[in-house]
């Protein structure tokens, strides 16, 4: 079933593009480091060096091997996106299929709570959290995004699963005497596995964003190695100015490349498994 439901997307340009693309930003991350065995943390003498032999993409202020931070900084920002976004997934999961089989009152409460969040400036509240922090380890980051995220998602399964309530194998199930989180993880929640999936992918992609961001404003991990914290020390280095394009170049091309991966494969995926955005 999962290969009949997955084999149109192969069939599409767009999404082999931007699988392959992600597929091998996640692999670099994965494997690099077991190939490519340099400690991204060790200094040499060798400061501000430009790509050469001994370092492919050469070195930083500090002399560490810009390569290694790269490997080691696409896996620390990949862990993140996909944290943020197993977080921002589950919550919003919880209160949108909650809020459409309970109705009422508690609909009332949880979907109150998700317009508050949804209009609240949610950057601004992760740049609050963050500054209070004194030290910020990569699950703490991811934590502070993923809580944010969830809304529209919360929302828009909410909507699909208050249609699906109305359908008859619902009916025949709470005849059955289902209860409601057996009802909603057998009956409903795999009606919106697709579109689950594709809002997987964009809090993926909003993790790594978000990471970036805070990173690049001093509010990143204290601990580890990121793209963002890259970019972050180019700054404050002023290797841009400076002319270092091989220290800012490498994480920018990387966080770019993986982000708009993700998004071709999320609206991809839409316009297969969308039927009104199918192309004829």
Do not use: C
């Not at 992600?22 to 501000?48: A, C, H, I, N, R």
């Not at 394009?245 to 966080?255: K, T």
Request: charged letters at 15%; glycine letters at 8%; hydrophobic letters at 50%.
């Amino acid at each position: 079933m999962l290969l009949t439901m997955i084999k149109p997307l192969f069939k599409n340009k767009k999404f082999i593009i931007g699988i392959t693309i992600f597929l091998f930003f996640l692999l670099s991350g994965l494997l690099g480091p077991y190939f490519y065995k340099v400690d991204p943390t060790q200094m040499s003498w060798d400061f501000e060096q430009s790509p050469s032999a001994n370092h492919p993409l050469g070195t930083d202020t500090y002399g560490r091997d810009i390569l290694a931070q790269l490997l080691h900084g696409i896996r620390s920002s990949l862990y993140v996106g996909f944290l943020a976004a197993i977080i921002s997934l589950v919550i919003g999961s919880i209160i949108g299929s909650l809020a459409a089989v309970k109705r009422g009152i508690i609909d009332d409460i949880l979907m109150a709570i998700t317009n508050i969040v949804l209009t609240t400036p949610s950057i601004l509240i992760a740049i609050l959290i963050a500054s209070y922090l004194r030290v910020r380890s990569l699950e703490v980051v991811a934590v502070i995004l993923g809580l944010f995220q969830w809304p529209w998602y919360a929302r828009a399964i909410r909507a699909q699963l208050m249609s699906v309530m109305s359908r008859e194998y619902v009916y025949l199930s709470k005849m059955a005497g289902y209860s409601d989180l057996r009802l909603v993880v057998e009956d409903l929640l795999p009606t919106i596995a697709t579109y689950a999936f594709m809002s997987f992918v964009l809090f993926i992609n909003g993790g790594i964003m978000g990471e970036a961001g805070l990173s690049l404003i001093g509010l990143g991990p204290t601990q580890g190695i990121s793209l963002g914290l890259m970019l972050q020390w180019s700054v404050l280095m002023d290797g841009i100015r400076r002319g270092l394009w091989w220290w800012f170049v490498p994480p920018g091309i990387a966080i770019v490349a993986v982000t708009a991966s993700l998004m071709v494969i999320s609206t991809t995926m839409d316009e297969v498994f969308n039927p009104r955005l199918r192309e004829e």
